[in-house]
């Protein structure tokens, strides 16, 4: 989608070895968040964050830690990959709350094809 | 978050209305409905999403029972670009704002 980028769309990796994944906008978005996507499991969360330095775990973070250093950069690392993180990983953003409260839709990317041999 | 339930899957020709329903049986007084789609292996797509009000965009309309224990997403016209599985989401604000909560959802099969 226009105004987000995962980088790389497909990777494959040795079980072990550290890998990061990327997730660019330009959009100026407060909330950016990484999922994972498994056949069997929908769609995970692994990370969030909620502004520049400010990030939280979650439902399946074991295994990945995140950073982000400036608004348009959100990053995903596998300290050492294992075949259990083979997986599609999607970034999204959304600008966070409306005056409402109800907030805004995500944006999605189009997600890393990630596989851990 | 509550908790929502759907169709595992249905049918719709092309050019009729389709409607996809969701419970959510649970949902709390600050809780909002939202749809999003996947179509194949792309990213999901927002589509829409609401609090007590029925609520139409470009894309879909959605309407919630007063109750707001269920709601139905409507596509007006599908066509065959709108075979996807559809994702009903309930999701609040404050500490849980932006964690959504991805269950199977319904996977949409628009015939010609």
């Known amino acids: 989608d226009a105004g987000i980028t995962q980088s790389p769309r497909h990777k494959v990796t040795e079980t072990g070895t550290p890998v990061t994944l990327r997730c660019h906008q330009t959009e100026n978005h407060r909330y950016m968040y990484w999922y994972r996507q498994d056949p069997g499991h929908g769609l995970r969360l692994i990370h969030y964050?909620?502004?520049?330095?400010?990030?939280d775990k979650g439902e399946v973070s074991d295994g990945y830690s995140v950073s982000r250093s400036k608004t348009e950069d959100f990053l995903l690392t596998l300290e050492s990959a294992t075949s259990s993180q083979t997986s599609v990983y999607f970034c999204?953003?959304?600008?966070?709350?409306?005056?409402?409260?109800?907030?805004?839709?995500?944006?999605f990317g189009s997600g890393t094809r990630l596989t851990v041999v | 978050d509550a908790k929502t339930t759907q169709p595992t899957s249905m049918d719709c020709a092309e050019g009729r209305a389709a409607n996809l329903p969701c419970n959510h049986s649970t949902i709390s007084g600050n809780e909002y409905v939202y749809w999003y789609r996947q179509i194949h292996s792309q990213g999901p797509q927002y589509i829409i999403h609401g609090l007590k009000n029925n609520e139409t965009n470009e894309m879909a309309s959605l309407i919630i029972t007063e109750d707001r224990k269920s709601s139905t997403l409507i596509l007006p016209h599908a066509t065959l670009r709108d075979t996807a599985v559809y994702y009903c989401i309930v999701t609040g604000g404050g500490t849980s704002y932006g964690k959504l909560t991805f269950g199977q959802g319904t996977i949409l099969t628009v015939h010609p």
């Open positions: 964050s909620y502004g520049v330095k400010d990030t």
């Open positions: 999204a953003i959304t600008p966070g709350p409306g005056t409402g409260g109800g907030g805004y839709g995500y944006t």
